[in-house]
């Protein structure tokens, strides 16, 4: 997460893996404010920005204009492939995903993203996509909404959480987020960590309303082939959720094998396609985290992509 005012979560770090220079060609596949991005094209690089989300694009056209190796697109970073085709190029020699939110996008109550502020309950990175959360809620039943504060909340007295919401509901539309953290409110108990929770309901929604989860696995097993072989792969990721999908995504490529334990010959055929470059995930110092307290829990996991990486990707 980082904005204007701010240096971009773990910049040096992320630099020192992706190694921008002359005639590497870079996708940040989350520009948001474009902090990594100018990074990355000061050191060099050729950068394709994708982003989402509207306003972010219009800075990184803005930034483009004097910059001729940074080209801007909005659209997800699913279509990793289509980007990297209407730029011209086959493969790229590193992707950069920053998931997650922008301290911008947070902090704008059109967007929200946060029980901080009153504003229309969204949720959505691009407004022209999907559904926004309000109607998600509408749409969703008391066990389908549960197992969305569940799985993507990991919130303990979800059932609980999602009746008080479903029969908010039914009275009057929950339209706000306003409306919203109130209903959570009213229905903990006066010991409940009330900011915590609020947090992962409006984590939970957000995931869902966007399809993070999916995404993120899709724009992974992209990579093996959009990468090019000795390219690389970074990612931070602000949450367990996110941070178990890259693990275990690295934890698989980098295998030659995964055949379940007990099968004694291997019948996969599966090729290892990627060599992690982290064996634990970087995180921010104590300077950057006191400097930014957003970033206290990025965590960057780097990886090479393998010469036979286009074989073994599924
Ligand atoms: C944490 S911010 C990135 C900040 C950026 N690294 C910088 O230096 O300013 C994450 C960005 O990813 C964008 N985003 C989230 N999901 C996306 C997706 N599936 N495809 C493209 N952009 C996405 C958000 O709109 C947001 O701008």
Redesign the pocket.
Known sequence: ??CRLHV?VLRDEVCGWLQPGPGRRLV??????????TALLDAGADVLG????EV?VVACRRISTDRPRLHCQQ????ELREALAAVGWTQCDGLLL?????SP?LDDPAKGFSYRADGPLDLR?CQQRGRPAHELLVDLDETELAQILRDFGEQRGARELARAMKGAERTEPLRTTAQLAAVVRAALPATAPVNAVLSRVFQALRIAV?E?LT?LQSVLSQALTAVAPAGRVAVIAYHSLEDRIVKRWLDRERRDCVCPPEVPVCRCGHRAALRPLTRRAVTPSAAEIIANPRARSAKLRVAEVLPNGERSAQ
Do not use: C, I, K, W
């Open positions: 997460m980082t971009p940040d596949g989350t520009f948001g404010y474009g902090g990594h991005a994708l982003d989402l989300d972010a659209r997800s970073f699913v920053d998931l997650g939110v922008s996008q990175f966007n993070e995404a």
